[in-house]
């Protein structure tokens, strides 16, 4: 057994530390100053600007195919470098990437929404959640029927990350109402275009999903994403992959911010001594720590079985509902080492803890993942005492 990355990971992994230590959290009280005042984190121009930035030294694509001019790095070392991006909340990302489902596209999708994408010249939003339909997305009701060579789609989608600001959606729709999610549900590519409206959802985080609205909003048959009837196992495709990035981003967070504690600790005077010398606070360090490792090693193995070819759906359940939970078990004990000062808008620790509070819930809430956990277990699908298997 091999704990240790080889030397050009971890060449990478230095790198891309330095690029986010030098290039990017200096923009931290920017971003603050810029939402506090109800505007972007970032102007488009700066986000710009450091993805050109992050081009030059290599970055671009990380997760992207080399003929798509990618890097192709592979799930390990993208969980890797998603804790390195975890560390800062500048709502950067590195760009030359495209949803992992739009490689199901025709060439000709692949021409009109996979490459724009990757080049960044396009923006996609996924859309599978509706006002009915959240945990049991199963049960989804948008409809789409067939009317000559289209596809016209009618419901409502909610909570869609990037909505607002997407040009296309990848929208999943009822096709067969009698087989439902087994075989009777779609996705069609919808560019703005053909007619969707979307409406912002203000929440406690700089999230900003949004609802959509489908009003007979006309879809070429080219335009289906994969097989017709096969939509849902492409959504479960999509929200596979976050079930190890959302983790290892949040092994990124609690790091920097338990390190802030520590500085903290260190200086923060109370009846004579440093609060560090104090018990009750070295247990939540030291608390704090034992669950990030333990987080930090269970989303390593998701993504080590995915790059391995092996089902990685159970340990990337269990990864993402330990990494969640772990992110705001260690906000809560940052902030409360900070004091007062912790539930000030001075520091960035409010900021965390509000953003952090969601990865409890999309992707699979927690419940949803400890109901695919046990269910895994108690129907045999998955065994206690492996190692690696
Ligand atoms: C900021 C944000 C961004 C999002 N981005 C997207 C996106 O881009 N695309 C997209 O399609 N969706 C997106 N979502 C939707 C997200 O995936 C859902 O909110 C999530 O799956 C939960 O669904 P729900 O909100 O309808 O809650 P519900 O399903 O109504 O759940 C309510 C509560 O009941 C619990 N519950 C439900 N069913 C069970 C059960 N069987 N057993 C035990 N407990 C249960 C839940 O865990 C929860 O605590 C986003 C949500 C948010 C908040």
């Given at each position: 057994?091999?704990?240790?990355?080889?030397?050009?990971?971890?060449?990478?992994?230095?790198?891309?530390?330095?690029?986010?230590?030098?290039?990017?959290?200096?923009?931290?009280?920017?971003?603050?100053?810029?939402?506090?005042?109800?505007?972007?984190?970032?102007?488009?121009?700066?986000?710009?600007?450091?993805?050109?930035?992050?081009?030059?030294?290599?970055?671009?694509?990380?997760?992207?195919?080399?003929?798509?001019?990618?890097?192709?790095?592979g799930p390990v070392m993208s969980a890797i470098i998603a804790m390195e991006m975890g560390r800062t909340f500048v709502p950067f990302s590195f760009g030359g990437s495209a949803d992992n489902i739009l490689y199901a596209g025709t060439e000709e999708q692949k021409r009109r929404y996979l490459i724009p994408t990757i080049e960044g010249e396009r923006r996609s939003c996924f859309a599978i959640t509706e006002p009915g339909a959240g945990?049991?997305?199963?049960?989804?009701?948008?409809?789409?029927?067939?009317?000559?060579?289209?596809?016209?789609?009618?419901?409502?989608?909610?909570?869609?990350?990037?909505?607002?600001?997407?040009?296309?959606?990848?929208?999943?729709?009822?096709?067969?109402?009698?087989?439902?999610?087994?075989?009777?549900?779609?996705?069609?590519?919808?560019?703005?275009?053909?007619?969707?409206?979307?409406?912002?959802?203000?929440?406690?985080?700089?999230?900003?999903?949004?609802?959509?609205?489908?009003?007979?909003?006309?879809?070429?048959?080219?335009?289906?994403?994969?097989?017709?009837?096969?939509?849902?196992?492409?959504?479960?495709?999509?929200?596979?992959?976050?079930?190890?990035?959302?983790?290892?981003?949040?092994?990124?967070?609690?790091?920097?911010?338990?390190?802030?504690?520590?500085?903290?600790?260190?200086?923060?005077?109370?009846?004579?001594?440093?609060?560090?010398?104090?018990?009750?606070?070295?247990?939540?360090?030291?608390?704090?720590?034992?669950?990030?490792?333990?987080?930090?090693?269970?989303?390593?193995?998701?993504?080590?079985?995915?790059?391995?070819?092996?089902?990685?759906?159970?340990?990337?359940?269990?990864?993402?509902?330990?990494?969640?939970?772990?992110?705001?078990?260690?906000?809560?004990?940052?902030?409360?080492?900070?004091?007062?000062?912790?539930?000030?808008?001075?520091?960035?620790?409010?900021?965390?803890?509000?953003?952090?509070?969601?990865?409890?819930?999309?992707?699979?809430?927690?419940?949803?993942?400890?109901?695919?956990?046990?269910?895994?277990?108690?129907?045999?699908?998955?065994?206690?005492?492996?190692?690696?298997?």
């Amino acid at each position: 057994m091999d704990f240790s990355l080889s030397p050009e990971e971890l060449q990478i992994r230095d790198t891309i530390r330095a690029f986010v230590e030098r290039e990017v959290m200096p923009l931290e009280p920017e971003v603050l100053r810029s939402e506090r005042a109800g505007g972007p984190g970032l102007d488009p121009e700066v986000l710009r600007d450091l993805r050109l930035k992050a081009k030059k030294m290599g970055f671009w694509g990380i997760n992207t195919p080399e003929e798509y001019g990618g890097a192709a790095l592979g799930p390990v070392m993208s969980a890797i470098i998603a804790m390195e991006m975890g560390r800062t909340f500048v709502p950067f990302s590195f760009g030359g990437s495209a949803d992992n489902i739009l490689y199901a596209g025709t060439e000709e999708q692949k021409r009109r929404y996979l490459i724009p994408t990757i080049e960044g010249e396009r923006r996609s939003c996924f859309a599978i959640t509706e006002p009915g339909a959240g945990s049991d997305a199963r049960s989804i009701r948008t409809r789409a029927v067939k009317d000559g060579g289209d596809w016209v789609i009618n419901g409502e989608k909610t909570f869609i990350t990037g909505g607002n600001e997407a040009d296309f959606v990848m929208v999943f729709a009822v096709t067969d109402p009698d087989k439902g999610a087994n075989g009777g549900v779609t996705c069609f590519l919808a560019d703005r275009d053909m007619g969707w409206k979307s409406e912002p959802i203000p929440t406690m985080g700089q999230w900003g999903p949004a609802s959509l609205v489908f009003e007979d909003v006309r879809v070429p048959e080219d335009n289906i994403l994969g097989e017709l009837g096969r939509g849902f196992e492409l959504a479960m495709q999509w929200i596979g992959q976050g079930r190890y990035m959302i983790p290892a981003r949040a092994v990124g967070s609690a790091e920097r911010m338990l390190q802030m504690a520590i500085d903290y600790a260190n200086i923060r005077m109370s009846m004579g001594k440093p609060i560090a010398e104090y018990q009750a606070i070295q247990w939540m360090i030291a608390d704090s720590q034992v669950e990030i490792e333990a987080a930090k090693w269970l989303t390593l193995h998701a993504a080590w079985r995915v790059r391995e070819g092996m089902d990685a759906r159970h340990a990337s359940s269990i990864a993402k509902l330990n990494g969640a939970v772990m992110a705001n078990q260690v906000v809560d004990r940052v902030l409360q080492i900070h004091g007062g000062m912790g539930y000030t808008k001075e520091l960035p620790i409010e900021r965390w803890y509000r953003e952090l509070r969601l990865l409890r819930i999309f992707e699979g809430t927690d419940e949803i993942q400890r109901r695919t956990i046990a269910r895994n277990l108690l129907r045999g699908h998955a065994r206690l005492g492996t190692i690696g298997e």
